[in-house]
């Protein structure tokens, strides 16, 4: 069964830092990926996806993702964190065979001024 | 564009109850899944619906239950709600022809007392 892997349920970072959010998944066919913001009393929303095209994915609002299969990582990134950007973040695999989506438990992003 | 919308919004029920939540998919879209986000974790996948019929289902016992009408817009059902029912319920719309272009609601936070 594919799922992904999120550590660091909570991340905190300075305003205009980097932020770096780790994903690993488990998947025996090439699996399409997303990352997902959730702010608080919100819906979720795309950030970006990879459907097995470029390896590297530039998303919404500066932040990318870069599939490396050899390390079967989908990690988030974004040069220069924003006090926009304190949210929950979550990666997710579409299961292969069908079009439902499994998420990770999600890393609350906190960003401090 | 209207994206999709889900009602109520929030709502209160006690034990035993039975609870409907509405939602109607973003213009286009034919397919609707169903997602339990528990406090401090993921969203869960529920069941889906594509062409008035449930679709697949996920680890949910048969108190959950949904509809989907000729419009596509679908209802969930939980009879007999228990405290552990508590919970962000999100619905998803997508095209069945695409796989990946999910988009989803803001939620309806049910509580249970």
């Known amino acids: 069964a594919q799922s992904v892997t999120q550590l660091d349920s909570h991340v905190s970072v300075s305003e205009g830092t980097p932020v770096l959010l780790r994903c690993n998944y488990s998947s025996s066919y090439s699996p399409s990926l997303f990352w997902y913001v959730q702010h608080p009393n919100k819906g979720l929303q795309l950030l970006l996806k990879?459907?097995?095209?470029?390896?590297l994915v530039k998303g919404i609002n500066g932040f990318e993702a870069e599939f490396k299969k050899s390390e079967t990582s989908f990690h988030l990134t974004k040069p220069s964190a924003h006090m926009s950007d304190a949210a929950e973040y979550f990666c997710?695999?579409?299961?292969?065979?069908?079009?439902?989506?499994?998420f990770g438990k999600g890393n609350q992003v906190v960003v401090i001024p | 564009d209207a994206g999709v919308t889900q009602s109520p919004t929030h709502l209160i029920k006690t034990r035993g109850q039975q609870v409907t939540l509405r939602c109607s998919p973003k213009?286009?879209?034919?397919?609707v899944s169903w997602y339990q986000q528990a406090l401090g974790q993921g969203p869960q996948f529920i069941f889906q619906?594509?062409?008035?019929?449930?679709?697949q289902r996920g680890n949910f016992p048969d108190r959950f239950s949904g509809h989907q009408f000729p419009n596509y817009s679908s209802e969930l059902n939980v009879n007999a709600l228990l405290l552990g029912d508590s919970a962000l319920y999100l619905c998803?719309?997508?095209?069945?022809?695409?796989?990946?272009?999910?988009?989803f609601g803001s939620g309806t936070r049910l509580t249970v007392v």
């Open positions: 997710v695999v579409r299961v292969y065979g069908n079009n439902r989506l499994a």
């Open positions: 213009s286009g879209h034919d397919t």
């Open positions: 998803a719309s997508s095209e069945d022809r695409d796989g990946y272009g999910y988009t």
């Open positions: 619906y594509y062409e008035e019929e449930e679709r």
């Open positions: 990879y459907t097995s095209a470029a390896t």
